[in-house]
Protein backbone atom coordinates (compact mmCIF):
# COMPACT_ATOMS: atom_id res chain seq x y z
CA UNK A 1 0.00 0.00 0.00
CA UNK A 2 1.08 3.57 -0.72
CA UNK A 3 2.35 5.57 2.38
CA UNK A 4 -0.42 7.60 4.20
CA UNK A 5 -0.33 11.34 2.91
CA UNK A 6 -3.01 13.59 2.63
CA UNK A 7 -4.56 12.84 -0.67
CA UNK A 8 -4.82 9.18 0.38
CA UNK A 9 -6.80 9.93 3.35
CA UNK A 10 -9.48 12.19 1.78
CA UNK A 11 -9.46 9.36 -1.03
CA UNK A 12 -10.27 7.03 1.65
CA UNK A 13 -12.78 8.93 3.63
CA UNK A 14 -14.84 9.79 0.34
CA UNK A 15 -14.95 5.91 -0.60
CA UNK A 16 -16.44 5.20 2.93
CA UNK A 17 -18.66 7.97 2.49
CA UNK A 18 -19.52 6.48 -0.78
CA UNK A 19 -19.93 2.98 0.28
CA UNK A 20 -22.06 3.54 3.25
CA UNK A 21 -24.64 5.55 0.85
CA UNK A 22 -24.61 3.00 -1.59
CA UNK A 23 -25.54 0.83 0.99
CA UNK A 24 -25.60 -2.30 -1.35
CA UNK A 25 -26.28 -6.05 -1.12
CA UNK A 26 -22.92 -8.36 -0.69
CA UNK A 27 -22.75 -9.31 -4.52
CA UNK A 28 -18.94 -10.17 -4.30
CA UNK A 29 -18.72 -13.53 -4.17
CA UNK A 30 -21.00 -13.79 -7.72
CA UNK A 31 -18.13 -11.20 -9.06
CA UNK A 32 -15.24 -13.66 -8.10
CA UNK A 33 -17.56 -16.10 -9.79
CA UNK A 34 -17.73 -14.59 -12.90
CA UNK A 35 -14.16 -13.39 -13.10
CA UNK A 36 -13.23 -17.57 -12.24
CA UNK A 37 -15.97 -19.07 -15.30
CA UNK A 38 -14.50 -16.24 -17.50
CA UNK A 39 -10.65 -17.27 -17.33
CA UNK A 40 -8.58 -20.12 -18.58
CA UNK A 41 -7.00 -21.34 -15.90
CA UNK A 42 -3.45 -23.52 -17.10
CA UNK A 43 -1.66 -22.93 -14.16
CA UNK A 44 -4.43 -23.81 -11.61
CA UNK A 45 -4.37 -20.48 -9.63
CA UNK A 46 -7.76 -21.01 -9.07
CA UNK A 47 -7.04 -23.95 -6.85
CA UNK A 48 -7.70 -21.85 -3.78
CA UNK A 49 -11.10 -20.58 -5.27
CA UNK A 50 -13.30 -22.62 -3.68
CA UNK A 51 -16.92 -21.22 -3.48
CA UNK A 52 -18.81 -24.54 -1.51
CA UNK A 53 -17.80 -23.26 1.69
CA UNK A 54 -19.97 -20.40 2.12
CA UNK A 55 -18.73 -19.24 5.60
CA UNK A 56 -18.51 -15.72 5.82
CA UNK A 57 -15.03 -14.09 5.19
CA UNK A 58 -14.14 -17.37 2.80
CA UNK A 59 -13.36 -15.45 -0.14
CA UNK A 60 -10.97 -13.29 1.90
CA UNK A 61 -8.30 -16.46 1.86
CA UNK A 62 -8.85 -17.13 -2.20
CA UNK A 63 -5.30 -16.49 -3.73
CA UNK A 64 -4.68 -12.68 -5.05
CA UNK A 65 -8.00 -11.40 -3.31
CA UNK A 66 -7.75 -8.93 -0.48
CA UNK A 67 -10.89 -8.26 1.18
CA UNK A 68 -11.74 -4.72 3.46
CA UNK A 69 -11.73 -7.10 6.44
CA UNK A 70 -10.83 -10.47 6.76
CA UNK A 71 -14.67 -11.54 7.80
CA UNK A 72 -16.44 -9.67 5.32
CA UNK A 73 -17.42 -10.58 1.84
CA UNK A 74 -16.09 -7.13 0.61
CA UNK A 75 -13.07 -7.42 -1.76
CA UNK A 76 -10.38 -4.49 -1.91
CA UNK A 77 -8.07 -5.57 -4.21
CA UNK A 78 -7.86 -8.56 -6.54
CA UNK A 79 -4.05 -9.05 -8.11
CA UNK A 80 -3.64 -12.42 -10.23
CA UNK A 81 -0.24 -11.08 -11.77
CA UNK A 82 1.49 -12.99 -13.85
CA UNK A 83 -0.97 -16.63 -13.79
CA UNK A 84 -0.85 -17.42 -16.64
CA UNK A 85 -4.79 -16.00 -17.26
CA UNK A 86 -6.26 -15.96 -20.62
CA UNK A 87 -9.41 -14.77 -21.26
CA UNK A 88 -12.17 -11.53 -21.28
CA UNK A 89 -12.57 -9.12 -18.50
CA UNK A 90 -16.27 -10.22 -17.79
CA UNK A 91 -18.85 -7.24 -16.84
CA UNK A 92 -19.80 -9.47 -13.78
CA UNK A 93 -16.24 -8.07 -12.20
CA UNK A 94 -19.30 -4.94 -11.98
CA UNK A 95 -20.19 -6.87 -8.70
CA UNK A 96 -17.13 -6.10 -6.69
CA UNK A 97 -19.20 -2.94 -5.57
CA UNK A 98 -15.87 -1.76 -3.86
CA UNK A 99 -12.79 -2.85 -5.28
CA UNK A 100 -10.13 -0.09 -5.51
CA UNK A 101 -7.62 -2.33 -6.86
CA UNK A 102 -6.67 -4.53 -10.26
CA UNK A 103 -3.65 -6.00 -10.95
CA UNK A 104 -4.07 -8.42 -14.12
CA UNK A 105 -0.51 -7.03 -15.49
CA UNK A 106 1.50 -10.21 -16.99
CA UNK A 107 -1.16 -12.75 -18.40
CA UNK A 108 -2.86 -13.35 -21.95
CA UNK A 109 -6.20 -11.35 -21.77
CA UNK A 110 -7.24 -10.33 -24.23
CA UNK A 111 -10.47 -8.18 -26.07
CA UNK A 112 -11.77 -4.31 -25.51
CA UNK A 113 -11.82 -3.17 -21.73
CA UNK A 114 -15.85 -2.55 -21.23
CA UNK A 115 -16.76 1.13 -22.87
CA UNK A 116 -18.55 1.66 -18.99
CA UNK A 117 -15.47 0.92 -17.17
CA UNK A 118 -16.45 3.87 -14.62
CA UNK A 119 -19.98 2.18 -13.87
CA UNK A 120 -18.33 -1.03 -13.56
CA UNK A 121 -15.60 -0.12 -11.19
CA UNK A 122 -16.15 3.08 -9.85
CA UNK A 123 -13.58 3.08 -6.88
CA UNK A 124 -10.71 1.91 -8.36
CA UNK A 125 -7.37 3.75 -7.29
CA UNK A 126 -5.35 1.35 -9.14
CA UNK A 127 -5.80 -0.39 -12.81
CA UNK A 128 -2.66 -2.26 -13.98
CA UNK A 129 -3.35 -4.66 -17.37
CA UNK A 130 0.11 -4.36 -18.55
CA UNK A 131 1.90 -6.86 -20.73
CA UNK A 132 -1.71 -9.02 -22.03
CA UNK A 133 -3.22 -8.49 -25.34
CA UNK A 134 -5.77 -6.38 -25.21
CA UNK A 135 -6.82 -4.64 -28.38
CA UNK A 136 -9.64 -1.77 -29.33
CA UNK A 137 -9.54 1.79 -27.96
CA UNK A 138 -8.88 3.14 -24.26
CA UNK A 139 -12.24 3.69 -23.21
CA UNK A 140 -12.63 7.36 -22.43
CA UNK A 141 -14.93 6.92 -19.73
CA UNK A 142 -12.08 5.77 -17.52
CA UNK A 143 -11.93 9.27 -17.14
CA UNK A 144 -14.61 9.07 -14.61
CA UNK A 145 -12.54 6.59 -12.29
CA UNK A 146 -12.09 10.15 -10.46
CA UNK A 147 -10.15 7.49 -7.42
CA UNK A 148 -7.69 6.52 -10.22
CA UNK A 149 -3.71 6.93 -8.57
CA UNK A 150 -2.36 4.72 -11.19
CA UNK A 151 -3.11 3.27 -15.05
CA UNK A 152 -0.78 1.26 -16.60
CA UNK A 153 -2.06 -0.40 -19.47
CA UNK A 154 1.66 -0.93 -21.58
CA UNK A 155 2.56 -3.82 -23.95
CA UNK A 156 -1.13 -4.30 -25.02
CA UNK A 157 -2.40 -3.93 -28.67
CA UNK A 158 -4.48 -0.95 -27.81
CA UNK A 159 -5.15 1.58 -31.02
CA UNK A 160 -6.65 4.80 -31.79
CA UNK A 161 -6.18 8.08 -29.84
CA UNK A 162 -5.46 8.26 -26.02
CA UNK A 163 -8.79 9.92 -24.67
CA UNK A 164 -8.01 13.81 -24.16
CA UNK A 165 -10.45 13.28 -21.02
CA UNK A 166 -8.02 11.24 -19.23
CA UNK A 167 -5.86 14.49 -18.31
CA UNK A 168 -9.14 14.93 -15.69
CA UNK A 169 -7.81 12.26 -13.59
CA UNK A 170 -6.76 14.79 -10.90
CA UNK A 171 -4.98 12.12 -8.70
CA UNK A 172 -2.75 10.31 -11.39
CA UNK A 173 0.79 9.94 -10.31
CA UNK A 174 1.33 6.92 -12.54
CA UNK A 175 0.46 6.67 -15.81
CA UNK A 176 1.80 4.11 -19.00
CA UNK A 177 0.61 3.23 -21.85
CA UNK A 178 4.14 2.22 -24.05
CA UNK A 179 4.41 -0.13 -26.35
CA UNK A 180 0.76 -0.07 -27.86
CA UNK A 181 -0.36 1.27 -31.96
CA UNK A 182 -1.48 4.90 -30.31
CA UNK A 183 -1.53 7.78 -32.02
CA UNK A 184 -2.04 11.60 -31.74
CA UNK A 185 -1.86 13.80 -28.28
CA UNK A 186 -1.30 12.57 -25.76
CA UNK A 187 -3.69 14.19 -22.91
CA UNK A 188 -2.50 16.87 -20.17
CA UNK A 189 -2.38 15.90 -16.33
CA UNK A 190 -2.68 18.61 -13.97
CA UNK A 191 -0.53 17.30 -11.10
CA UNK A 192 2.17 14.95 -12.60
CA UNK A 193 4.79 15.10 -15.48
CA UNK A 194 4.44 11.35 -17.21
CA UNK A 195 7.69 10.65 -18.58
CA UNK A 196 8.59 10.02 -22.35
CA UNK A 197 9.03 6.33 -21.81
CA UNK A 198 5.60 5.69 -20.59
CA UNK A 199 4.91 7.00 -23.72
CA UNK A 200 7.72 4.82 -26.26
CA UNK A 201 6.91 2.08 -28.57
CA UNK A 202 3.60 3.67 -30.03
CA UNK A 203 3.75 4.75 -33.80
CA UNK A 204 2.17 8.85 -33.73
CA UNK A 205 2.21 10.11 -30.09
CA UNK A 206 2.97 13.61 -29.88
CA UNK A 207 2.72 16.67 -27.60
CA UNK A 208 3.57 16.46 -23.76
CA UNK A 209 7.46 15.42 -23.03
CA UNK A 210 7.03 14.01 -26.90
CA UNK A 211 7.68 16.30 -29.45
CA UNK A 212 4.97 18.94 -30.63
CA UNK A 213 2.05 17.77 -32.72
CA UNK A 214 2.06 18.60 -36.24
CA UNK A 215 -0.91 19.61 -38.39
CA UNK A 216 -4.95 18.79 -36.65
CA UNK A 217 -5.15 17.40 -33.87
CA UNK A 218 -7.92 14.41 -33.80
CA UNK A 219 -10.33 14.93 -30.94
CA UNK A 220 -12.33 12.04 -31.60
CA UNK A 221 -11.35 9.28 -29.53
CA UNK A 222 -14.06 6.28 -28.44
C1 LIG B 1 -24.20 -22.78 3.67
O1 LIG B 1 -24.20 -24.03 3.03
C2 LIG B 1 -24.92 -25.04 3.76
C3 LIG B 1 -24.71 -26.37 3.05
O2 LIG B 1 -24.59 -26.20 1.69
C4 LIG B 1 -26.39 -24.64 3.87
O3 LIG B 1 -27.09 -25.61 4.61
C5 LIG B 1 -26.49 -23.29 4.55
O4 LIG B 1 -27.83 -22.86 4.58
C6 LIG B 1 -25.62 -22.26 3.84
N1 LIG B 1 -25.63 -21.03 4.60
C7 LIG B 1 -25.78 -19.85 4.03
C8 LIG B 1 -25.70 -18.69 4.96
O5 LIG B 1 -25.95 -19.70 2.84
C1 LIG C 1 0.74 -7.81 -7.29
O1 LIG C 1 1.56 -8.89 -6.91
C2 LIG C 1 2.87 -8.84 -7.49
C3 LIG C 1 3.59 -10.12 -7.13
O2 LIG C 1 3.47 -10.38 -5.78
C4 LIG C 1 3.57 -7.59 -6.98
O3 LIG C 1 4.85 -7.50 -7.55
C5 LIG C 1 2.75 -6.36 -7.37
O4 LIG C 1 3.34 -5.19 -6.84
C6 LIG C 1 1.33 -6.48 -6.85
N1 LIG C 1 0.51 -5.40 -7.39
C7 LIG C 1 -0.04 -4.48 -6.61
C8 LIG C 1 -0.84 -3.43 -7.32
O5 LIG C 1 0.10 -4.45 -5.41
C1 LIG D 1 -21.97 -2.00 -19.02
O1 LIG D 1 -22.42 -2.25 -20.33
C2 LIG D 1 -22.92 -3.56 -20.54
C3 LIG D 1 -23.19 -3.73 -22.01
O2 LIG D 1 -24.00 -2.70 -22.50
C4 LIG D 1 -24.15 -3.75 -19.67
O3 LIG D 1 -24.65 -5.06 -19.84
C5 LIG D 1 -23.75 -3.55 -18.22
O4 LIG D 1 -24.91 -3.63 -17.40
C6 LIG D 1 -23.10 -2.21 -18.03
N1 LIG D 1 -22.60 -2.16 -16.66
C7 LIG D 1 -22.82 -1.15 -15.83
C8 LIG D 1 -22.29 -1.30 -14.45
O5 LIG D 1 -23.41 -0.13 -16.17
C1 LIG E 1 -2.36 -11.80 -29.07
O1 LIG E 1 -3.34 -11.81 -30.09
C2 LIG E 1 -2.82 -12.08 -31.37
C3 LIG E 1 -3.93 -11.91 -32.40
O2 LIG E 1 -5.10 -12.50 -31.98
C4 LIG E 1 -2.27 -13.49 -31.39
O3 LIG E 1 -1.70 -13.76 -32.66
C5 LIG E 1 -1.17 -13.58 -30.33
O4 LIG E 1 -0.71 -14.90 -30.25
C6 LIG E 1 -1.70 -13.17 -28.98
N1 LIG E 1 -0.59 -13.11 -28.03
C7 LIG E 1 -0.64 -13.66 -26.84
C8 LIG E 1 0.56 -13.49 -25.99
O5 LIG E 1 -1.61 -14.29 -26.43
C1 LIG F 1 -18.86 10.76 -16.72
O1 LIG F 1 -20.08 10.67 -16.04
C2 LIG F 1 -20.96 11.72 -16.31
C3 LIG F 1 -22.17 11.58 -15.41
O2 LIG F 1 -22.62 10.26 -15.39
C4 LIG F 1 -21.34 11.68 -17.78
O3 LIG F 1 -22.22 12.72 -18.11
C5 LIG F 1 -20.09 11.81 -18.61
O4 LIG F 1 -20.39 11.65 -19.97
C6 LIG F 1 -19.07 10.75 -18.21
N1 LIG F 1 -17.82 11.06 -18.86
C7 LIG F 1 -17.18 10.16 -19.58
C8 LIG F 1 -15.89 10.63 -20.14
O5 LIG F 1 -17.60 9.03 -19.74
C1 LIG G 1 8.49 -1.34 -24.20
O1 LIG G 1 9.23 -2.24 -25.02
C2 LIG G 1 10.65 -2.06 -24.91
C3 LIG G 1 11.31 -2.94 -25.96
O2 LIG G 1 10.78 -4.22 -25.92
C4 LIG G 1 11.08 -2.40 -23.50
O3 LIG G 1 12.48 -2.19 -23.35
C5 LIG G 1 10.36 -1.50 -22.52
O4 LIG G 1 10.65 -1.86 -21.19
C6 LIG G 1 8.85 -1.59 -22.73
N1 LIG G 1 8.19 -0.59 -21.89
C7 LIG G 1 7.44 -0.94 -20.85
C8 LIG G 1 6.83 0.18 -20.08
O5 LIG G 1 7.24 -2.09 -20.52
C1 LIG H 1 6.24 19.35 -14.25
O1 LIG H 1 7.27 20.00 -14.96
C2 LIG H 1 7.19 21.41 -14.91
C3 LIG H 1 8.24 21.99 -15.85
O2 LIG H 1 9.45 21.31 -15.72
C4 LIG H 1 7.39 21.87 -13.46
O3 LIG H 1 7.29 23.28 -13.39
C5 LIG H 1 6.28 21.24 -12.63
O4 LIG H 1 6.47 21.57 -11.27
C6 LIG H 1 6.28 19.73 -12.77
N1 LIG H 1 5.11 19.20 -12.09
C7 LIG H 1 5.15 18.14 -11.28
C8 LIG H 1 3.87 17.72 -10.66
O5 LIG H 1 6.17 17.54 -11.05
C1 LIG I 1 -7.03 11.70 -37.57
O1 LIG I 1 -7.79 10.52 -37.70
C2 LIG I 1 -7.84 10.01 -39.03
C3 LIG I 1 -8.76 8.81 -39.06
O2 LIG I 1 -9.18 8.41 -37.82
C4 LIG I 1 -6.43 9.63 -39.46
O3 LIG I 1 -6.45 9.15 -40.77
C5 LIG I 1 -5.53 10.87 -39.37
O4 LIG I 1 -4.22 10.50 -39.67
C6 LIG I 1 -5.59 11.47 -37.99
N1 LIG I 1 -4.85 12.74 -37.97
C7 LIG I 1 -3.96 13.05 -37.04
C8 LIG I 1 -3.32 14.38 -37.13
O5 LIG I 1 -3.67 12.28 -36.11
Known sequence: MAPCNKPVIVTFILMVICFTLSNGANTDISCLKAFKDSMEDPENVFATWDFSNNIT??????????????????????????TGLKGELPLGLASCTSMTGLDLSGNRLFGNLPYNISEMLPYLTSLDLSSNNFSGQIPRNLANC????????????????????LGMLVRIKEFNVANNSLYGQVPVFKNVNVSAASYAGNPGLCGGPLPRCQGPVNKTGM
Open 57 to 82: GNICRFMGVECWHPDEDRVLNINLSN
Open 146 to 165: SFLNVLKLANNRFSGQIPVE
